[in-house]
């Protein structure tokens, strides 16, 4: 079975800060690995998707890395702004299913 | 474009009645999931299903019964409410070849 890892649980740093998030996953033999953000009360929002013939993929501020070999991913997001804050979930979809790490809670203060 | 949508957002159930949530999505994905989230738990996969008319258990089936008759919906039910199945229930959906997912927004259930 498929186990998701996320480090560390919660996070807090100041506004500007440049962070990294941290996800591993026991199985290597995944289909693609997708980030998440999920606001209070709310539903999950997508940030990436990478493949996993794919080692990176960025869209403005996020920038998302794969290691397939050594089970790893991270989410890096520069210049963090409070509007940032908010829990970050990484899937890996594996066979037919998605698994899930039970996220990061990141606050950023102004 | 209304992607995956879900219904109802927010219910109440007494212990032991019955409920059904509807799931429905616009974009001809094959793949469809429902999810439960509880905290400190992360989303734990229930029921999904890889084409209309096909059903699968997933980690915690127990309770629950799922049916995809039309390709476009997914219905989750509750035959007999517990309060072990209070919960935010979500939604996915996803195509086969770029297997990404999509969430719904979520259904608040509790059951008292």
């Known amino acids: 079975k498929q186990e998701v890892t996320q480090i560390p649980a919660a996070l807090s740093v100041p506004e500007g800060e440049n962070l990294v998030l941290n996800c591993s996953f026991t199985?290597?033999?995944?289909?693609?690995l997708q980030w998440f953000r999920q606001d209070p009360g709310k539903g999950l929002t997508s940030l990436l998707l990478?493949?996993?013939?794919?080692r990176e993929q960025t869209s403005g501020r996020l920038n998302a890395s794969l290691d397939k070999s050594s089970g790893r991913s991270t989410l890096y997001i520069a210049a963090s702004q409070p509007g940032d804050s908010a829990t970050y979930l990484c899937a890996v979809k594996y066979g037919n299913q998605f698994y899930f790490g039970t996220g990061t809670s990141l606050t950023v203060i102004p | 474009n209304a992607g995956v949508t879900q219904t109802p957002k927010f219910r109440v159930l007494k212990t032991g009645q019955s409920m059904t949530l509807l799931c429905a999505q616009d974009m001809n994905h094959e793949y469809m999931y429902w999810y439960r989230q509880d905290p400190g738990m992360g989303l734990r996969l229930i029921h999904y299903s890889v084409g209309e008319g096909t059903t699968a258990k997933g980690e915690v089936p127990d309770g629950y019964n799922v049916s995809r008759l039309k390709k476009q919906n997914f219905l989750l039910g509750l035959e007999s409410a517990a309060p072990s199945q209070t919960s935010v229930y979500f939604c996915?959906?996803?195509?086969?070849?770029?297997?990404?997912?999509?969430f719904g927004q979520g259904t608040r259930l509790t059951v008292v």
């Open positions: 996915a959906s996803s195509a086969i070849n770029r297997d990404e997912a999509f």
């Open positions: 990478i493949q996993s013939s794919q």
């Open positions: 199985d290597s033999a995944i289909y693609n």
